[in-house]
């Protein structure tokens, strides 16, 4: 968050700007090379969408999201084994004392791979979890069912028509 003296640096220093320009006249040299500004002009019409657009754009829409489903997916898996690993390395080995313990010492647990694997594996869950629902919530056949509603009745779910917006071009 910006602090409120650079906050007001950076706003005094726009407006000072903004008076010296207008303040300062340009050289008649430079104000006669200048171009003139456009005139304004009435905006273009909206391009006329068709069925077809937004059939594509309904494919784009889920194609994107079980994309993103599967990299959620296999970063998470791929984090929690890459993590298990470093941590597994960098943990002590047990030394034995030949005692037959085992390499366990009073207060010293030993999580191995397998050990660390689960620990960061319930840390990565939500996010294995959001990739999962990422999957079923646009999967193929869901796709296939939406596109077909579109096209038989010419209304979408307002989930999807919301969405839609970003991919219609």
Known sequence: MLRPTLLFVLLAGSASAQTLASITPLPESVAATAPAPPAPTQ???AAIRTAADTVQAIHRLFAR???AGSIFIVGAVGADLALAGVSSAA???PQ???SGGYGWKPGTIHFGFGGFAVIYGVLAAPVMGVGIQQLIAYGPKRE???VAAYETAGKLPAKIKRQLR???R
């Open 43 to 45: 905006a273009a019409p």
């Open 65 to 67: 999201r079980r994309k």
């Open 91 to 93: 943990e002590s080995k």
């Open 96 to 98: 034995s004392t030949g």
């Open 144 to 146: 296939a069912k939406v």
């Open 166 to 168: 970003g991919y219609l």
